[in-house]
């Protein structure tokens, strides 16, 4: 976190000051685990054995905040008796498929799910895992959860054997500190002073924190590593507490916002499942698979209707189904990796590259670059000249003699943008909280914003637009935004507040509860609703925090709306007490008949606790008054995921696809349901091989911003770190000949790269499986050109495996060689890689 | 006069984030100082110099276990006997680490963030023939890139390496406390742009007393090896506008253990000059004398 | 032999920056400064003892020694166009401040004996002969009172640069402030006496022989007590590059100033001793200017003698009144 988010880190700095123990666990050891009170080390593909554990831990000796656990989350739930454990099938859960390499997940179901279930429903059950395997599969369900009975049967002393309590217990009985020395490399000293402060920090009195970030995603298992310290922090009463919580460090800047308003493939803007070309042939259809009806996702219609309304205006009414059909369609996996392939196999003809570079930025940089060769045109916006625009004429491919520049028919437009300084708008960052930014100078020369960009663009192909049908989706589009300034650069305050959505008067809306599933009102994003309340740019509010309460409520605007704290209803106990002074947060007036507090309650303002919901109650009414995850089905924390895993309803820990030791804990060795592509382009080192005996993984500097388009340029920053190096233990270094500050040679199936070498004891050696591995560290920032700092491209390196779910790459835990010297040029390159992958 | 200002960094919390030193060339506008992967830990600036005026130092180390002379063990503060395990980090004159075993792990990593020390009595300010250098109503010391004719004579004077001469420029260059923004009334760059308050800005009197706070909390946290540098108005630069809390010898860190302001000894230098001069106007008059006789 | 010091550093890196005076300049800046304070030295002493020839010797060279060791300093400057900038303030803490007053001084008085000198050996000079006839009547003695003068500006001009680079955190330099002056002005007698002996008829150098073994005496006698008394901070000027630079000058000021003492008997003689002498000073210049860059780069002459002083409880302090500029 001091690595790449330092800014962020100041307020773990600060919590420090106030006693906070912090531990660090990472493969190597960081400016993190530098100012941490204590460093793990762990060997990179881990994380659910060492999580496992904990969650043993808790189980076993009973730490568990019961009643928290009780009231809060699915614990005392009964579970499908079709339902097998990976401990029964030795690493399957039951309803794979081996030849579609998925899961049906209808034996996961909450027991009675399958007789209750509304038909809709339960088709959408038993296609779960069939989606999952074609289109990045949770987010069909919303941001909610995937619909599943609102009161399931339920066991509260927790002694059903096939209680979600009793089940989880069995699951991870054999997470072990002694597994977790075997597997992640943790002694078991370390192992138990971690156990003991998380647990001792945990209650009425005191909560945990556990942050991550890509290092915990970027696995074949990614979903499932946050699905585990979701378990982990229910168990310890942890969610919707002050000071506590699972936080996800985004990448950087507004990514968390282009997933709200998304740049992906799979869903539309908040978090509503894009509609498939078969599955969702009219509005009714889609609702019906489109997640739960009881929660607050139950009233997904207004949300869908309003965007319908945001998005094309007068012309969407009733009766055409709010111009449902106006929506493209998924037809499959659509996902950065498929749409690559799609270009080597020529059935994607054009691309958009807008502020990534993914030649540089993305696994298999070699597929990639062969891609981008292969389109009719490439679109690349960024500040400066990024390898992705320019590897027709300066990429490693060249040099190898694997392409030609007169070979490659791609045409490359290079559109110059405007930097984050030079125009307006709004970022998104990690903790939901939208934040406006004042444009500080013009964008020099030709660059304009992203904004500018898109809304000439639209303008520009609305007026060659014909009369067809086909163009009726564009025409009746409303695209109209106020503009100014020399080059008609339009407001990014209006699309805010178009985003924000208008009433049937034409005001700004105040809170997505006021959106209407009858056409009435309009919003581009139903949890934005809020942010221009009032017609006042609430994410403009600057109010320091030293003249305002620790919230902070007013610095900034935070969705939903403006709530700091997700779930905070979990923060007061089942009767709406706080569960302790030190820790309250919301709480039930009882004379007011309100729930109140410091927070904005996450729960409907007059519910009072002892609220029962009647039978065939819809929406938020179907929740009680004692279940603080709203968005739920069911209003619990799920430990247990009846559905919306593509690769299980638990955690499970799996080798990475590339690892150099066998599953210590079951005959499977990998993610059963992984992305892998069957290709002959697609190379992967075998597991165990003695050729990559290496772990492998990589990681960003504090110094560089990821495939460093916006740091290798500046000498002020490029100074700091000019070169590519690979960080090797000092034993690895001296058994290899490889000399500090000399060169390697780093191998796998996909590329060789050159690097400087830093040897250093902050990469340590584990010992596991009766021997010692030795890691690789890699920073991925550099590229071939375009800077004053190049380097070889890391990510050349890594292979295209994916997690099922959300479909990303497993870019932290891979294998290797490791030769001392530069690597090869031109040919001699090719030669070498063709004697790794032959072995 | 103003009240004097200052800078204390905490190296304690420092994060290594190098913040500090994009701020400093940012604002003041110093060009980069070379493109050298250096293979020293994550730091590939290097020192101090007259294109460089914040530089994070990183030091990676093995602390031993506990009551083998760790920290808080029998050895107590000042002396921590860490093995600097980095390679390249020298131990002794020989560079071989005494008793280190390759592939012990490194569990403690030292980043801290060296500044000019603005001295109370500074050599540079001292050795200036020109007057470039002067002390600012803020008690820093600042040279007027206006006056400064280059003759470099403050770079081999600064007890702390800081002060460098710019050889395309030909002229002396070094931190100025952001001398034009504490006239502005905002704190230097670093401090500003520090995200942990490692650099902490503002009248010396009152650093130096949360500084001490800040030792004594260490120590009651058994953090034994924590220390204050450049603080002390007694030292033989009496004392830094800039000081530092360390958490091991100041030599680790590239610092003077004990620095000097060398013009402390001018008027002895003196004195033997004209003992030398004197003896060699006697000797030429003896030369003559004698040639007469 | 000093044991090897154990110590810490930082990567090995030094603490303090290594002079950045270039080579030649500096070196060639700091004889040509001893050669002229010792050769106006000379003059004077010439003047009041009747040594005309030698005399007008040591004048043209103390003369053309500070003009051009003056132009060596300019052109060693970071902004040579700003020299005058030297002399905006005159600082008694800066020994550069203090220098140039002294050199401006001196270069001034020597070029006015020196012309005065010239004008007289050569009185039908056109230049002359262009002079008010007042001012030329005046030169002669205004020359013989500015050689005289001199010889206060002269001993200055040769031994501030010892001060010079004594003033700095170089070790090997600021250690041995109190042998420099000695060593410096040892060796300016000896590049006097050199340059007296080589460029004045035999019978009329006998004064220039004699300052020249006594300045070689000086020099080899500050030298060794230099090495003796540094002990590790002194390395430098026993080892590496510095260290043979300092042999050889060691070896070449002894050599000629025992020539010295026989050369008045033979033409060789003379000119060898006066060589030896010339290059024996030119090489404690360029040892004395290399010894402080080895004494900067490693960080354990900085870091020993420090720590030692800690370890002893014998803290550096300014508990002396300061003396820091203003």
């Not at chain 2, 050298?36 to 005026?53: E, H, K, P």
């Amino acid at each position: 976190m001091a690595e790449c988010h330092p800014v962020g880190f100041q307020w773990v700095m600060e919590a420090k000051a106030r006693g906070a123990k912090v531990f660090h666990i990472d493969p190597r050891f960081t400016r993190t685990s530098a100012l941490a009170d204590r460093y793990l080390p762990i060997r990179a593909g881990t994380d659910i054995v060492l999580l496992g554990a904990l969650i043993n831990h808790v189980l076993t000796n009973g730490l568990d905040f019961r009643e928290y656990v009780l009231a809060y989350t699915n614990a005392s739930t009964i579970i499908s008796e079709d339902f097998r454990d990976t401990e029964d099938l030795d690493g399957l859960f039951s309803g794979y498929d081996a030849e579609g390499r998925k899961y049906d997940p209808s034996s996961w179901a909450y027991e009675g799910a399958e007789e209750e279930a509304a038909a809709g429903q339960r088709r959408e059950q038993l296609e779960g895992g069939a989606q999952h395997a074609e289109a990045a599969g949770p987010h069909e369900y919303g941001s909610g959860g995937p619909a599943m009975l609102a009161t399931p049967s339920t066991d509260p002393t927790l002694n059903h054997p096939r209680c979600v309590y009793q089940i989880l217990k069995r699951h991870f009985a054999r997470y072990t500190p002694e597994m977790v020395a075997e597997a992640c490399g943790i002694e078991p000293e370390a192992f138990a002073e971690l156990a003991e402060a998380i647990t001792a920090n945990s209650g009425r009195e005191r909560t945990t924190a556990w942050v991550y970030s890509v290092g915990w995603t970027q696995h074949s298992v990614g979903a499932q590593y946050i699905r585990a310290g979701a378990i982990l922090q229910l168990l310890l009463g942890n969610i919707g507490r002050p000071g506590g919580g699972i936080l996800a460090l985004r990448g950087h800047a507004s990514i968390q916002g282009s997933s709200d308003i998304p740049t992906l493939f799979n869903i539309l803007p908040g978090y509503l499942p894009m509609p498939h070309a078969h599955r969702h042939e009219d509005l009714d259809g889609y609702l019906a698979a489109a997640g739960a009806d009881t929660g607050f996702w139950g009233r997904k219609r207004s949300y869908m209707v309003s965007l319908l309304k945001s998005w094309w205006g007068d012309a969407a009414t009733a009766d055409n189904d709010f111009r449902f059909d106006h929506l493209p369609r998924l037809t499959g996996d659509h996902g950065h990796y498929t749409t690559v392939l799609g270009q080597i196999d020529g059935t994607v003809k054009g691309y958009f590259v807008v502020g990534e570079n993914p030649a540089v930025g993305s696994s298999s940089g070699r597929l990639q670059r062969l891609g981008l060769a292969n389109l009719d045109w490439l679109v690349v916006r960024d500040l400066r000249l990024v390898e992705t625009a320019t590897f027709w004429k300066d990429g490693p491919e060249l040099e190898t003699g694997e392409m030609r520049t007169e070979d490659i028919g791609t045409e490359v437009f290079f559109m110059p943008a405007a930097s984050h300084v030079e125009k307006e708008g709004t970022f998104t960052n990690t903790q939901r909280l939208l934040q406006w930014r004042e444009k500080a100078v013009d964008p020099p020369g030709e660059a304009r914003s992203d904004l500018w960009f898109y809304y000439h663009l639209g303008k520009r192909i609305r007026r060659r637009l014909t009369d067809d049908d086909i163009d009726l989706p564009l025409r009746e589009l409303t695209w109209d935004y106020p503009e100014h300034g020399e080059h008609a650069e339009p407001s990014a305050e209006a699309v805010l507040r178009e985003i924000n959505g208008t009433g049937p008067d034409g005001r700004a809306l105040s809170a997505y509860t006021e959106l209407e599933p009858d056409g009435s009102t309009r919003c581009g994003c139903w949890i934005y609703c809020g942010v221009y309340a009032d017609e006042v740019n609430q994410a403009a509010r600057r109010k320091s925090r030293h003249e305002q309460g620790r919230i902070a409520p007013e610095w900034g605007w935070a969705w939903p709306a403006n709530r700091r704290v997700l779930y905070n209803r979990a923060s007061a106990d089942p009767e709406g007490r706080p569960w302790s002074e030190r820790k309250k947060l919301v709480w039930w007036d009882e004379e007011k008949g309100e729930w109140t507090g410091h927070d904005v309650p996450d729960f409907e303002k007059d519910k009072p606790p002892h609220y029962l919901p009647p039978d065939e109650a819809r929406a938020e009414d179907a929740i009680s008054g004692s279940t603080p995850f709203i968005m739920q089905a069911d209003g619990k924390g799920w430990l247990y995921a009846p559905a919306g895993m593509a690769d299980g309803p638990l955690p499970t820990h799996y080798e990475p696809h590339e690892s150099p030791v066998p599953n210590p804990l079951y005959g499977r060795r990998a993610n059963p349901c992984r992305k892998v592509y069957d290709r002959p382009e697609v190379p992967y080192n075998p597991a165990g091989s003695s050729r990559f005996p290496y772990v492998l993984t990589t990681y960003r500097l504090t110094e560089h911003h990821t495939a460093g388009g916006m740091s290798r340029s500046l000498p002020y920053l490029a100074e700091l770190q000019p070169e590519l190096f690979c960080e090797v233990s000092p034993r690895l270094a001296e058994e290899l000949g490889l000399v500090n500050g000399g060169w390697a040679t780093i191998v796998t199936t996909r590329a060789a790269i050159e690097a400087r070498v830093l040897v250093t004891g902050r990469i340590r050696p584990l010992r596991l499986d009766g021997r010692r591995i030795e890691q690789v560290g890699l920073p991925y920032h550099w590229g071939w050109s375009g800077g004053v700092a190049t380097g070889d491209v890391t990510n050349d390196l890594m292979p295209m495996v994916l997690d099922p779910n959300v479909y990303i790459q497993e870019g932290k835990a891979a294998t290797c060689d490791v030769r001392p010297g530069r690597r090869p040029r031109g040919q001699a390159l090719l030669e070498l890689m063709e004697e790794y992958r032959r072995g | 006069m103003a009240e004097r200002v200052g800078f204390f960094t905490d190296t304690s919390i420092c994060i290594g984030c190098k913040a500090c030193e994009v701020a400093c060339k940012e604002w003041n506008d110093v060009p980069d100082d070379g493109f050298v992967f250096r293979a020293t830990s994550y730091d590939n600036t290097g020192g101090l110099g007259a294109s460089t005026w914040r530089h994070v130092a990183f030091i990676e180390q093995r602390v031993p276990a506990p009551g083998n002379g760790g920290p808080g063990g029998p050895s107590g503060a000042g002396e921590l006997p860490a093995d600097s395990v980095g390679p390249g980090v020298e131990t002794g004159a020989d560079g071989e680490r005494p008793g280190a075993v390759v592939g012990e792990p490194v569990d403690r990593w030292l980043m801290a963030s060296d500044v000019c020390k603005h001295c109370t009595h500074a050599a540079c300010l001292d050795v200036c023939p020109t007057g470039a250098l002067f002390r600012t109503e803020f008690h820093t010391v600042v040279v007027q890139a206006d006056v400064c004719n280059g003759c470099g004579y403050c770079v081999p004077a600064c007890p702390y390496g800081v002060i460098g001469r710019r050889e395309d420029d030909g002229r002396a260059f070094k931190c100025t406390m952001c001398y034009d923004r504490l006239r502005g009334g905002l704190e230097p760059a670093c401090a500003k742009a520090c995200p942990t308050d490692s650099i902490q800005f503002g009248p010396l009197d009152e650093l130096l007393e949360r500084a001490e706070r800040r030792v004594t909390d260490l120590h009651g946290q058994g953090r034994t090896e924590a220390r204050l540098y450049g603080a002390d108005p007694n030292d033989g630069v009496g004392g830094d506008g800039a000081f530092f809390l360390l958490m091991d010898d100041p030599e680790v860190y590239g610092l003077p253990p004990d620095p000097v302001v060398t013009t402390r000894d001018l008027p002895a230098m003196w004195g033997w000059a004209a003992g030398a001069a004197l003896s060699m106007a006697g000797v030429m008059a003896a030369a003559f004398l004698r040639r007469r006789r | 032999m000093v044991p090897e010091a154990e110590f810490r550093s930082y990567y090995g890196q030094p603490v303090i920056k290594a002079p950045v005076w270039h080579v030649p300049h500096m070196p060639l800046y700091l004889y040509l400064g001893g050669l002229s304070g010792g050769a106006s030295l000379m003059s004077a002493a010439a003047r009041l003892a009747g040594h005309d020839r030698l005399g007008l010797t040591a004048r043209v060279t103390a003369a053309a020694g500070a003009t051009l060791g003056a132009g060596f300093l300019v052109a060693e400057l970071g902004r040579p166009e700003r020299f005058l900038n030297m002399l905006r303030i005159f600082k008694p803490t800066s020994p550069m401040s203090v220098g140039s007053w002294i050199l401006a001084a001196h270069s001034g008085l020597s070029a006015l004996a020196t012309a005065s000198a010239v004008m007289s050996a050569a009185p039908a000079s056109a230049v002359a002969a262009r002079l008010p006839r007042r001012v030329a009547a005046a030169l002669p003695a205004a020359g013989d009172a500015a050689a005289v003068a001199t010889a206060l500006t002269g001993p200055l001009m040769a031994t501030y640069t010892a001060v010079l680079v004594a003033d700095t955190a170089v070790p090997a330099w600021h250690e041995a402030h109190r042998e420099l002056p000695f060593l410096f002005a040892g060796s300016a007698l000896a590049s006097a006496g050199a340059m007296g002996m080589l460029a004045t008829p035999r019978a009329q150098a006998g004064p220039a022989r004699v300052a020249a073994a006594a300045g070689a005496a000086v020099e080899l006698a500050a030298g060794a007590v230099i090495e003796r008394r540094l002990g590790l901070v002194g390395e430098p000027y026993r080892e590496g590059r510095s260290g043979r630079l300092m042999r050889a000058a060691r070896a070449l000021t002894a050599g000629g100033g025992l020539l010295a003492t026989v050369a008045g008997r033979s033409r060789a003689l003379t000119a060898l001793s006066g060589l030896a002498l010339t290059a024996g000073a030119l090489c404690t210049r360029f040892g004395v200017l290399e010894a402080g860059r080895a004494s900067a780069a490693d960080p354990k002459y900085t870091v020993v003698p420090q720590r030692q002083r800690l370890e002893s409880g014998d803290r550096a302090s300014t508990a002396a009144p300061a003396r820091s500029w203003p």
